[in-house]
């Protein structure tokens, strides 16, 4: 999330800086290229041509922000002390950098320092000693073609490379991600936000776990680059004031909250960062690296360097040294001096189980040749254990970055046997009896996990008598159809994952969920609209104009006037190609800096008092990678809420950043009157908190459930009388519903019909 006017206003620059962004700026469209072709398989935005426009900087489009000018000089932890409810479940865990390691991500283009990336991949896999792999990101089948080349000419092992294509924008590999995390021990991906002027980067993480490596994803909400987040021992963390001023609406409080929810970070330590006149990314990866538990290697600026550079670090040092015992070893550091300069630093490094990559500049420039030798010395110092293997980086470092700056470990799992966790449901649910659930799990295993099996228990874990599935593929998810068991509040599903030693783990939701009987109730736009159910927009000058306002001034349009048959579009999930698709409702582009918001309303029959579980659920995404949230209105609290309890920006239901169609949904299980108004209406915000980009809606919809037993005479008893009045109310298929026959339609079509028999069938039998 994007807050503040960090990246909402131009910053002054140097003459040379604008004038090399003017060379490089991303907001040109080409009307020839503006379409996508209808069968990407998501919106693609318009790709950079490296090849004619030149490489992308490391530092923001823009620029990075100047310094705050009383950011506190010395460094200082937060800590989150709260209890409020995960969105994700299972013990979360940053490894460091240090960690063991299964390989590297890198990305390669032919335009873009090719020469570099060749040499790290080289090192990394040629030696047939090391198993690691290198995973390299590519845009087309020809860029891996020009890569094997290259990289087999250098004395790569090309059986230790595997290629991922997908679009991009940059070679900045480790700032867009993924952030790799350990959920109860199997392995997932948290995603940050990145330049929005680079949405294909800001993608990569999403991409990655859903098509390559298949593990759950989690969208922090959180604007950083991965250059400026090094996790360390005992759960602790290490970043920049840069976070601050990249989330200016966020209170350190919150920042705190998300690092330890998402990243298991407990204590995170901020320092200042460099001032732009010295390091044009303010990360604390151009002068700062963690070597193991308990060294650590920071920059020492050269005498005559920038004052203030001076201080951060060796006050950085001082407080690794005495605040938290670390060994703190000082390699050389400079900057060519005044905005222009470049600074040539030898932190920007990374490891890989027992080798450190280093850069170097001698080879570009013997007059660096001695201080390449102080920063070799001084690893070696801080790692005698490892071999240290400079890469030659004086072509790359004028960007504003080295080799750090273009890589990711990928954590290496090293148990013995398997390690499994179930995403869902993982505790708290209602699931409707009847219906379909998906099951998600992840499971993790030094060479691959071969299959899983899954099974229901209806005592709280005590049994698991009945099996869901068995020896399905580990993809991570499972189309579960939940029995119409009757009393089951202590549910709890289990997955069991074996590997190819027979070796197995297993793994069950953290606490119990309910399968309920209900009617079905689903409130869309396929009727009504404009009448019962309605959508306004389409947008708001920040989230000021939403604090507390249920209809804003500025989304007071009905969408069918901003777009023609907008209420259509959004009454199926048919969209599927671009935004262009026609089976889509494309919002109008927010104008002065404005942001893409929409309010959907719905007038709810059932009574709050029989209601079980109201679910939101909207399909689509947000232009260029864009964050999208969703909330609902709490009439007691008059504000924007996530339906459980927590209210105000940022405390939404779900959230997330994609460039292709993606669902967001929420549940409100209790205190239903707090959201419905005296007659029954329900108000939903899609929010897109970033200036001047259009949100595209493929389908929203409210689906109410109702408890329902199937007792009709209300005895406490479901027997053959119930039976009777079923069958008496039954008009088969496309029959309707005769008078008072209505809670015979459990599936709730507008029809008693034998979908409905089966599921009664299934209750009078006991499930």
Not at 247 to 271: H, K, P, R
Not at 370 to 396: K, L, M, T, V
Not at 422 to 432: A, F, I, K, N, Q
Request: proline share 6%; hydrophobic share 40%.
């Amino acid at each position: 999330m994007i807050h503040g006017n960090a990246l909402k206003s131009n910053h002054m620059l140097p003459l040379c800086v604008m004038a090399f962004l003017a060379a490089v700026t991303v907001c040109a469209i080409n009307p020839a290229i503006a379409e996508p072709p209808e069968s990407a398989p998501y919106a693609v935005e318009i790709e950079w041509d490296e090849a004619i426009q030149g490489p992308l900087p490391r530092w923001r489009d823009g620029g990075t922000p100047e310094l705050i000018p009383d950011q506190a000089m010395h460094p200082y932890t937060i800590r989150f002390a709260a209890t409020e409810d995960a969105p994700t479940s299972g013990l979360i865990a940053s490894p460091p950098e240090y960690a063991p390691s299964d390989g590297v991500i890198f990305r390669y283009s032919t335009s873009t320092w090719p020469t570099v990336v060749t040499d790290c991949v080289a090192a990394l896999t040629g030696d047939p000693a090391h198993d690691e792999i290198a995973y390299v990101v590519v845009q087309s089948a020809s860029q891996q073609a020009s890569a094997e080349s290259q990289f087999a000419a250098a004395g790569a092992d090309l059986s230790k490379v595997e290629f991922i294509i997908t679009p991009n924008n940059s070679i900045w590999l480790r700032d867009y991600g993924p952030h790799f995390i350990w959920q109860n021990g199997a392995q997932a991906i948290v995603d940050s936000h990145y330049y929005p002027t680079r949405p294909l980067d800001n993608f990569i993480p999403t991409v990655l776990a859903d098509d390559f490596f298949v593990m759950p994803s989690y969208d922090i909400g959180l604007y950083y680059s991965g250059g400026n987040f090094q996790p360390g021992p005992d759960r602790s963390g290490f970043v920049t004031s840069l976070i601050n001023q990249d989330n200016s609406g966020f209170g350190e409080a919150y920042i705190a909250e998300l690092y330890q929810v998402y990243q298991g970070i407990d204590a995170l330590t901020i320092f200042p960062r460099l001032p732009s006149a010295v390091d044009g990314t303010g990360h604390i990866d151009m002068w700062f690296y963690l070597v193991d538990d308990d060294t650590a290697i920071i920059s020492e600026f050269i005498p005559g360097s920038h004052s203030t550079a001076i201080s951060v670090t060796n006050n950085a040092a001082a407080f690794m040294e005495n605040e938290l015992g670390f060994e703190v070893i000082r390699v050389p550091d400079s900057n060519s001096g005044g905005t222009s300069g470049i600074h040539y630093t030898y932190t920007n490094a990374f490891r890989v189980n027992d080798r450190i990559f280093i850069p170097t500049y001698g080879e570009g420039n013997p007059s660096h040749l001695a201080r390449d030798g102080e920063a070799f010395a001084g690893w070696q110092a801080a790692a005698p254990e490892a071999e240290i293997i400079p890469i030659n980086c004086y072509s790359i470092i004028p960007a504003a970055g080295a080799i750090h700056c273009i890589v990711m470990q990928v954590p290496r799992y090293t148990g013995m046997i398997p390690s499994a966790h179930v995403v869902s449901p993982d505790g708290g649910e209602r699931l409707m009896g009847g219906r379909n659930h998906e099951v998600q799990w992840v499971a993790t295993d030094d060479e691959a996990v071969t299959s899983v099996d899954l099974y229901l228990s209806l005592d709280g874990g005590a049994t698991y008598p009945q099996m869901i599935a068995d020896d399905e593929v580990d993809d991570g998810f499972f189309t579960w159809f939940v029995p119409m068991q009757t009393g089951s509040d202590e549910a709890m599903v289990k997955v069991v994952a074996h590997d190819g030693d027979a070796n197995d783990d297993e793994a069950s939701s953290e606490s119990g969920f309910s399968i309920v009987h209900t009617q079905r109730h689903v409130y869309d736009f396929t009727s009504g609209a404009g009448v019962d159910k309605w959508g306004w927009g389409h947008q708001t000058a920040n989230w000021s104009g939403l604090n507390g306002v249920r209809r804003p001034a500025e989304a007071g349009s009905e969408i069918d006037t901003l777009q023609a048959d907008a209420y259509t579009k959004i009454a199926h999930s048919d969209a599927n190609g671009s935004d262009f698709d026609p089976n889509r409702y494309h919002a109008p582009n927010p104008f002065n800096g404005r942001e893409s918001t929409h309010i959907f309303e719905f007038m709810i029959d059932e009574d709050p008092s029989l209601l079980v579980d109201i679910e939101i659920l909207w399909e689509g995404y947000g232009d260029a990678c864009l964050q999208m949230e969703l909330y609902v209105w709490d009439y007691v609290e008059g504000q924007w809420c996530d339906g459980a309890g927590q209210c105000g920006e940022n405390r939404y239901m779900d959230n997330q950043a994609a460039n292709r169609d993606a669902t967001l949904s929420g549940h409100i299980q209790s205190e239903f009157e707090r959201y419905l108004d005296v007659d029954g209406m329900l108000t939903v915000l899609l929010y897109a908190e970033r200036p001047s980009q259009e949100s595209m809606h493929d389908y929203i919809s409210v689906t109410a459930l109702q408890a329902y037993d199937g007792d009709y005479h209300g005895d406490g008893v479901l027997d053959l009388f119930d039976f009777g009045s079923f069958v008496g109310c039954f008009s088969g298929p496309d029959g309707g519903i005769t008078f008072g026959c209505d809670a015979g339609d459990l599936d709730s079509d507008a029809d008693v019909d034998f979908a409905d028999f089966a599921m009664f069938q299934r209750m009078f039998d006991g499930g």
